[in-house]
């Protein structure tokens, strides 16, 4: 697991390093579309949370998740309450 820092001050988020075909990976911005938000804010809040993983692709600085934790996140809030 790689730690590294990204936005303003003490904002951490955990990025996980992981080989992954492109198609199992999605965006921040599609992660929201998703989720039903207009903006990445609540998706990176819900990272933060540990809600979901962020993971990144070699070379490249940008956040990604998995579609399929993405797309299980809904039935596993509704599980927890």
Known sequence: MVSNSFGSGSEESRLLEFPMKKKDLISLKESAHILGYQQTAPVLSLIENNFLKAYKKAG????????????????LITNCK
């Open 60 to 75: 490249c600085r940008r956040k990604w998740l998995k579609k399929n934790e993405v797309l299980e996140l809904p039935e």
